[in-house]
């Protein structure tokens, strides 16, 4: 087979992965791109934002967006939810939604489905979890899912195991359009380091604090300066309570320990060298309903901002760089000619 037959059958597109809280939507699309790009934590609703995982193989290039657990509730976090789950949807080649196998389809569920059945496009029905039921238990399941919308395919798969997400993938691949590569294909996230560390960070802080603070935990990345030798990274961990600034902290400062010595060791394996993580917890009453602090926790605001601020530096100096060239040129005018 000629280059230019190889060239016009590579294909490349963009799979959305929707699904309730704790369904299993990032621990597939970590599986599938052999690293964490989402974190993972016991706790619902621990993705906040669309994040991109890419996956490239010798004749396709698979871009899964890993959404929000679907929850509808009012606070401003929740709206936030939401719209990264309509935006993820819109323009996609490929609906991918997940449903939990091993319980019956409840009413987050159904509100999942509702929402896929907007969705005017290819669809396949991924039913995770197979590893925790029986498997003459599976065939019936298929039955009753088949009526619940026209599916592309149903693919049973244990995101967590991996059996059945090799076929996933290639059903993904099957029914992307032909067309190049978007991605580099050593790059596996859109995420820049700095907010994959910080999500790290909250990924610790959500699984060492268990039930008694999670939903109320951001995390923010106040600075990322890179050496040759060692990366210096600052995090603020915003609660809603002075309580919960206590227990994140423990007593004597043991917890806020614990969550910086199990981030530093996976940051430091993402980045390939020595880090200096130091973490900082302030208390802002009621952020999830603040929309100004919900923005600020999506790393791509953060990244405008940085932009913003890097311009307005560069601007800076610029400016001072003119007035030190008038002021040697006045200096120079000034001085006695010998």
């Known amino acids: 087979m000629s280059a230019e037959n190889k060239a016009e059958e590579f294909k490349c597109g963009f799979v959305a992965i929707v699904g309730r809280p704790n369904v299993g939507k990032s621990t597939l699309v970590n599986r599938l791109v052999g690293q ?48 990264e789950i309509a935006q993820a949807m819109e323009g996609v080649d490929l609906l991918a939604v997940m449903l939990d196998a091993s319980g019956p389809i409840g009413p987050g569920d159904k509100a999942v489905l509702q929402r896929a059945n907007q969705f005017k496009g290819r669809a396949i029905l991924l039913l995770n979890k197979i590893d925790r039921i029986p498997k003459e238990k599976l065939l019936p399941l298929i039955n009753t899912c088949i009526h619940l919308r026209e599916w592309t395919d149903i693919i049973p ?7 059945g997400v090799e076929l996933a993938l290639k059903k993904f691949e099957e029914y992307l359009p032909v067309g190049p590569p978007l991605f580099p294909t050593d790059q596996v996230t859109d995420q820049p380091e700095r907010f ?8 610790k802080a959500m699984g060492l604090t268990h039930k008694e603070v999670p939903h109320a935990i951001a995390a923010i ?16 961990l915003f609660v809603e309570q002075e309580g919960q600034k206590g227990i994140l902290i423990g007593k004597g400062g043991e917890m806020l320990k614990k969550i910086g010595m199990a981030a530093r060791v996976e940051i430091e394996a993402l980045l390939g060298m020595k880090v200096f993580l130091e ?6 009453a009621g952020w999830r309903d603040n929309p100004a602090m919900v923005r600020q926790i999506d790393w791509r605001t953060q990244l405008s901002q940085l932009s913003e601020m890097s311009d307005d530096l560069d601007e800076l100096n610029k400016e001072s760089a003119e007035v030190a060239e008038v002021d040697d040129e006045g200096d120079a005018e000034e001085s006695p000619v010998e």
């Open 36 to 83: 964490k790009v989402s974190i993972v934590t016991q706790v619902s609703q621990t993705t906040r934002n669309r994040i991109l995982g890419i996956v490239s193989r010798p004749d396709a290039q698979v871009i899964l967006i890993d959404t929000p657990g679907l929850n509808e509730g009012g606070t401003a976090l929740r709206r936030h939810m939401l719209q």
């Open 157 to 163: 798969i244990s995101a967590r195991d991996g059996d």
């Open 196 to 203: 994959l560390a910080g999500e790290i960070v909250r990924e």
């Open 221 to 236: 990345v106040d600075s990322f300066e890179e050496s040759p030798k060692l990366t210096s990274i600052r995090v603020t």
């Open 279 to 284: 973490l900082h917890v302030m208390v802002q």
